[in-house]
């Protein structure tokens, strides 16, 4: 990549398709990190960030992903790669959505085909704010083949999560299991049950 498109930032783009799964349009936005397009042979690494309640997939542009990003890549102190916010627009219970289903199924081989992706475990990673750190928890557990990092942000464990972290721990060995990043406010509601999480 060249100085130039390095300076000129990344890029953001809005899609959506009918899912199957959740039998309505799922909205998504994607950041393309600088020089994407100037390096049409790389594939990049894909983080996929969900929001919290009551917020759109607007929550983590307005916390500023697009400036920090393309700060952090312009500087050389992260490694270029793509984001994905997908948009809960609907939020059901956790016991009866069908969203994790639609990001897994759908969402996921959607990007892949489409972006100049590193379609593997090791190249995916998911991460959320609140509701949606508690999302990434559980899919990126769940689907542990899947993914190997999890950002849990101001985490609001789901409750019917709370005693599956020993069956999560027994599904995989140590080297299959993601990675794992929790951060929380020490006067957030939701600290007692991010901290025994992490304990």
């Given at each position: 990549p060249t100085i130039n498109c390095l300076e000129e930032g990344g890029t953001l783009q809005g899609g959506n398709f009918f899912s199957k799964t959740l039998e309505s349009e799922l909205n998504y936005k994607v950041y393309l990190p600088p020089c994407y397009h100037a390096s049409p042979q790389q594939d990049f690494p894909v983080m996929y960030l969900l929001?919290?309640?009551?917020?759109?997939n607007e929550q983590w542009l307005n916390l500023g992903l697009v400036e920090t990003m393309d700060a952090?890549?312009?500087?050389?102190?992260?490694?270029?790669?793509?984001?994905?916010l997908p948009e809960e627009s609907v939020?059901?219970?956790?016991?009866?959505?069908?969203?994790?289903?639609?990001?897994?199924?759908?969402?996921?081989?959607?990007?892949?085909?489409?972006?100049?992706?590193?379609?593997?475990k090791a190249y995916r990673g998911i991460g959320g704010v609140s509701r949606g750190a508690a999302w990434a928890v559980h899919i990126g557990f769940e689907h542990y083949q899947d993914f190997s990092r999890i950002g849990a942000h101001s985490l609001a464990l789901f409750q019917a999560d709370q005693g599956k972290l020993i069956r999560w721990m027994e599904q995989a060995s140590p080297a299959d299991q993601p990675q794992v990043l929790i951060d929380i406010g020490r006067n957030d509601?939701?600290?007692?049950?991010?901290?025994?999480?992490?304990?």
């Open positions: 929001h919290g309640l009551s917020y759109s952090l890549v312009a500087a050389e102190a992260i490694f270029p790669y793509i984001i994905v939020p059901d219970p956790p016991h009866t959505s069908s969203f994790p289903d639609a990001l897994i199924a759908e969402l996921i081989p959607w990007i892949d085909s489409r972006y100049s992706t590193r379609p593997l509601q939701q600290w007692p049950s991010a901290k025994n999480f992490a304990d």
